[in-house]
């Protein structure tokens, strides 16, 4: 099992900027490929960021690509999403999600094993 808590979303302007965490806890962490996935009121899930084991090629949904960063650091078992630029269309319930594996790249919710609660992120016009 690995366990999974996201923090740092909140409200802020068009062009700002927040910074997601997501601690993990339980099974070794550097084992697992992260994720970030947000979900709109309405709307389905959707992929945001991807980030391997070793956190190379870190891999990113068109819309955010430029604006947001994923990176992780495996000493503290904390995966992080950047955001910067943020738009009113960035609004969403955001996630983190764990699968094992040290390799592939996978942009879909049913391909993660585990995830967080979500953190809210409000961007206002």
């Known amino acids: 099992q690995v366990q999974l808590v996201e923090s740092g979303g909140g409200l802020v302007q068009a062009g700002g900027s927040l910074r997601l965490s997501c601690a993990a806890s339980g099974r070794t962490f550097s084992n697992h490929a992260m994720a970030w996935f947000r979900q709109a009121q309405g709307k389905e899930r959707e992929f945001v960021a991807h980030i391997s084991w070793a956190s190379d090629n870190p891999y990113y949904a068109r819309d955010v690509k430029g604006r947001f960063t994923i990176s992780r650091d495996n000493a503290k078992n904390v995966v992080y999403l950047q955001m910067n630029s943020l738009k009113p269309e960035d609004t969403a319930v955001y996630y983190c999600?764990?699968?094992?594996?040290?390799?592939?790249?996978?942009?879909?919710?049913?391909?993660?094993?585990?995830w967080g609660q979500g953190t809210q992120v409000t961007v206002s016009s």
């Open positions: 999600a764990a699968r094992e594996g040290l390799s592939g790249l996978y942009t879909r919710p049913p391909n993660y094993t585990y």
